[in-house]
């Protein structure tokens, strides 16, 4: 390896060391809390090492939604997507969302209902890539329940995007309870609402999947 | 009136006028966006003078989260609780929340939707206020759902706490989905919702009443 190479690697090393922190802060905490000198001083790191990766807090904030996507890709959309389309994947990708925020994958429950509600009412680059991250999953529910009514499991009159939206609601409120509340009941009861409402929208004859 | 009548008076009506001012900036930026020296300056008072009325920024965000509750209070569940216990009342209150929350009236949108997001994963005097708030919300709901049963104007089967989850998880995601992208869609979508899942649980023969 050439130095440059080492360079680049300890970068790159560095990087993911400041954003694996910089997600559960900003879980817990908000964006706002993400500053270069507090990530320098609990990581032990140059706060002029932690500014060159990153160049300033709104870059850092932004870096750090990148990477909560990321890690939610690959805890929820990514798994659902090894179910073939149908009522079945919808499920999965359901239950994963409710497991996704019940064991805490960020420590203050789902990431983004955080960022939304802290950069909702505000401008800039920071509310344009919150809205991009929500306007993505809510896209991505209403892709699965159009495969599944495509695939002939959803009754051909199903309003795609009322069900997602309903969808998304129920899952939402369950993580947002959970959290303030530090208690689970609100995942039973979203479970519960999940299940009837795709029985109700179901075709005939085709059977809500049992759980793994 | 007294001298000292006068000076409670006055410290009234700043009171008044700051909080006027805090539940705004609050629901768009967050409690914790409330500082003294801000609060002074925009309203072009000593911070000496906002210091002795609240003494605290701890004391600043309760008092703005008392307030909320009281507008919150005064627009939704006092103008709900003239219609007669029952399917209607329950109704009335949904159309209500979703007014409070279309018309803003906080600017950020509900006030407890961004809180409870804010403060939800901490500890302390704020977020046990916030807890409390939203619990007095739940419960409200489930009252109202538990009045309309008793009124057997819902089936006797029906899961008060589970259809009271739902109701308020459609509330609100239609507030969070409709500050964030910044329109109204998500309303209609909640309004129907509500509809049908009130009109799956209402007695046989009991319809849903019309809007006013």
Redesign the interface.
């Known amino acids: 390896m050439t130095r440059v190479d080492g360079r680049v690697e300890r970068g790159n090393r560095t990087r993911r060391l400041v954003l694996r922190r910089t997600v559960e802060i900003a879980?817990?905490?908000?964006l706002?809390a993400l500053t270069v000198g507090r990530l320098a001083a609990e990581l032990e790191l140059s706060k002029s090492g932690v500014f060159a990766l990153f160049g300033s807090k709104q870059e850092l904030q932004l870096a750090t939604i990148r990477e909560a996507v990321r890690i939610y890709t690959e805890r929820v959309l990514r798994p659902a997507a090894e179910t073939p389309p149908g009522l079945g994947r919808l499920w999965r990708l359901c239950e994963l969302w409710l497991e996704y925020s019940r064991s805490r994958v960020f420590?203050?429950?789902c990431f983004f209902?955080?960022a939304?509600?802290?950069f909702?009412?505000?401008t800039g680059p920071v509310h344009d890539a919150?809205?991009r991250a929500?306007?993505d999953w809510?896209a991505h529910v209403e892709r699965t329940v159009e495969e599944a009514r495509t695939a002939g499991e959803l009754r051909a009159g199903t309003d795609v995007?009322?069900l997602a939206?309903?969808l998304?609601?129920?899952l939402?409120?369950?993580n947002?309870?959970s959290?303030?509340?530090d208690e689970e009941s609100?995942y039973g009861?979203?479970r519960?609402?999940i299940a009837e409402r795709l029985r109700g929208a179901a075709a005939e004859g085709v059977p809500l999947p049992q759980s793994p």
């Open positions: 879980s817990v905490e908000g706002e420590p203050g429950g209902y955080g939304m509600a802290e909702d009412a505000r919150v809205v929500q306007r809510s995007a009322q939206f309903e998304v609601a129920l939402e409120t369950a947002a309870l959290v303030l509340h609100a009861r979203a519960v609402a």
